[in-house]
């Protein structure tokens, strides 16, 4: 893999980003935009971003925090990751400057882009979707459902995946359920919730403290990849 580091802005907030492709000399490939969690932008789960860019698309991990704003731990980045959902403008923009940003990278094909996100990632990707953001796939990969703006749930216009581990105690049932209402209700043409057995959250991180409420699940890492490449690979080929 080819990785770079790139810098854009959200106003006068500078972001960094990290750009991940398989070949440099390649032109003309479909995106994904990366979401990360609390933690900031890394190259993580690694194993997934690995078989994106194997599968032939172009991947932007994105900057919420910002280069001066990078939390130095865990606790920090939940303030972090607080200060931001409560402002529900101010998460959107931030999202879409790092579409903005990946749509500007080489080699990029601007129409033919998806978002991904896992925890605060994953909500992200959802808010992008119930805003009406046109790509070509949304995806969230236990990722938070209980501060979306799902009265919106009527904007959203590409396929959307929720990947949820089903002993994850920060994303009960009761979380799921009013999502999948407001799906319903609002008669969202394409969306699926993947629940997964005995997961709790933060499945996908092989350094994830195995804890009651996180830990490493191999069986449901491996199917939340599968699917999610699933909706990808179909959603490239959607015009």
């Known amino acids: ?38 933690r900031g932008p890394a190259l993580s789960p690694r194993l997934h971003i690995e078989r994106m860019v194997r599968a032939g698309f172009g991947v932007l991990v ?15 980045g939940i303030e972090a990751v607080g200060a931001i959902v409560s402002d529900k403008a101010l ?23 998806s978002a991904v996100g896992y925890c605060f990632g ?4 959802l808010e992008l979707a119930l805003a009406g953001t046109p790509l070509r796939a949304f995806v969230s990969i236990h990722g938070g459902l209980d501060r979306l703006s799902l009265e919106s749930a009527e904007n959203v216009k590409a396929p959307v995946l929720v990947c949820t581990g089903a002993n994850d105690p920060l994303i009960p049932p009761e979380q799921i359920a009013s999502f999948q209402r407001a799906f319903r209700e609002k008669d969202v043409m394409d969306w699926q919730v993947l629940t997964l057995g005995r997961a709790k ?17 191999v069986l449901a890492d491996r199917r939340a990849l599968r699917a999610t490449l699933s909706l990808l690979v179909e959603s490239r080929g959607r015009a």
Request: with cysteine.
């Open 62 to 76: 994105a900057d919420m925090f910002g280069v001066v704003n990078k939390p130095s731990s865990l606790e920090q």
């Open 91 to 113: 998460w959107r923009r931030r999202a879409l400057a790092a579409l903005d940003a990946a749509r500007s990278l080489p080699g990029i094909d601007a129409e033919c882009m």
């Open 1 to 38: 893999m080819y990785v770079t580091n790139i810098w854009y802005r959200d106003g006068d907030v500078e972001l960094s980003g990290i750009h991940v492709t398989g070949d440099r000399t390649l032109r003309g490939l479909p995106a994904v935009v990366i979401f990360h969690d609390a």
């Open 122 to 125: 994953g909500a992200t990707a």
């Open 201 to 217: 959250h933060s499945f996908t991180y092989p350094d994830a403290p195995n804890s009651d409420a996180t830990g490493y699940h």
